[in-house]
């Protein structure tokens, strides 16, 4: 059987590499990792510790950035010089893993080329997940706990920090709610993809018959706004509660009423931090995230027939976007792209490249679809 075509096969990686580094904006990337840079070695940096950590988290999540983009470029180079050595040496052992290697890197690639897909107005903005355990009772409550790890896990797995904001336990196990921020550009373009109701069917491990269960939890992804942003809140409209943190089994996390939840009286908006250690802090981080799901409501209100960023999400049967079947089989499947994955495990570990890319070009492929 014929070989590839090495030629126009990286012919063709080294044209969409090419295209790739210009939306990236590749020079830009560099200028602001030099200006970050500078600011990383300002020696009063840490006297305002909210601001060295974000600067130093974009730092990283730039920096991690342009080296996949300069390293995938390198890769490309070495096959290139892979292929003619083994056509010069009439090695065909070396072409045959110059082949490997070659299926290797057009799979990162295209999963590169999705980041192109990417858009939208707020799509190059940080991502505010929130997760909330829906219908099924116990085992929904442990499903949102697992679904917060496995995109903890993913987070991880790219070098990308994680902020969280707030942590509601369960009575028996598991997560009530929980909000957190991913720090790396275009992670809301990317999980927003993730938005709706995820749907688990195992054998319950809370169930002493050893009984099936199905249930639900709903993910919203929100952008994280920057101070450009104009979102407003006059005092009047905001109620401040004040409460003790909460830890597993209704343990105290604190010794003070330090947790902040704060409401916004209009929509109805209910958000709490509780992780910081100080009532002031707390609130500041709780109207971060209030502010970026009021900006979501915004732009659903101006996009209702797109059901907006937010959505209406109620995490129950009838509209769930992906299903985690454990029991009588095992199989992870989006309902909308029909991506699929037979090892669930390795998807809670984080294992999420596939479902995002599959649901990006969805995405994708809707928009020209409805302005058509």
């Given amino acids: 059987m014929a070989g590839p075509d090495f030629d126009a096969e990286i012919k063709q990686l080294q044209a969409t ?17 030099a200006d970050l840079s500078e600011q990383v070695a300002a020696p009063d940096l840490w006297d305002d510790v909210e601001s060295a950590t974000r600067i130093t988290g974009r730092l990283s999540a730039l920096q991690g950035e342009l080296d996949r983009v300069m390293a995938l470029g390198g890769r490309i180079e070495d096959l290139e010089i892979m292929v003619e050595l083994g056509r010069d040496e009439g090695d065909e052992g070396a072409l045959a893993d110059a082949e490997v290697e070659l299926e290797k890197v ?17 799509d190059a903005r940080e991502a505010l997940v929130s997760i909330r355990a829906g219908a099924g009772g116990v085992d929904a409550a442990d499903f949102a706990e697992t679904l917060m790890r496995m995109y903890v896990r993913w987070a ?9 904001y707030e942590t509601s336990y369960a009575e028996e196990a598991g997560l009530k709610s ?19 109701t995820h749907r688990l069917v ?39 509660d004040v409460y003790r943190s909460g830890g597993p089994g209704g343990q105290s996390v604190n010794t003070t009423d330090s947790a902040v939840r704060l409401t916004h009286i ?15 802090q707390n609130k500041a981080s709780a109207m971060v995230v209030l502010k970026a799901k009021l900006l979501a409501l915004k ?9 907006g960023l937010r959505g209406d999400v109620q995490a129950s049967w009838g509209d769930q976007m992906r299903n985690y079947v454990l029991n009588p089989y095992q199989i992870v499947k989006d309902l909308r792209t029909g991506y699929e994955q ?9 294992d999420l490249d596939g479902f995002l890319e599959a649901g990006i070009r969805w995405r994708r492929g809707a928009e020209k679809a409805e302005s058509n």
């Fill in 17 to 33: 590499m090419h295209t790739i580094e210009q939306v990236l904006d590749v020079d830009a990337m560099r200028v602001e990792i």
């Fill in 266 to 280: 209009p929509t109805g908006t209910v958000v709490s931090c509780q992780n910081e250690k100080s009532q002031l």
């Fill in 299 to 307: 732009k659903a209100e101006e996009k209702a027939h797109l059901d």
């Fill in 202 to 240: 195992r054998i319950s491990p809370f169930d002493n018959q050893g009984r099936r269960q199905t249930s639900f939890a709903a993910v919203e992804v929100v952008p994280v706004l920057e101070q450009t942003d104009e979102i407003d809140i006059p005092d009047e409209e905001i109620r401040v």
């Fill in 156 to 164: 991880e797995q790219h070098g990308y920090p994680v902020e969280v």
């Fill in 106 to 122: 057009k799979k990162v690639v295209e999963g590169l080329e999705v980041r192109t897909l990417l858009n939208g107005e707020y």
């Fill in 342 to 350: 037979g090892n669930p495990q390795a998807v809670f570990d984080g």
């Fill in 178 to 196: 929980a909000t957190f921020a991913i720090h790396a550009p275009y992670t809301y373009g990317t999980l927003s993809v993730e938005a709706g």
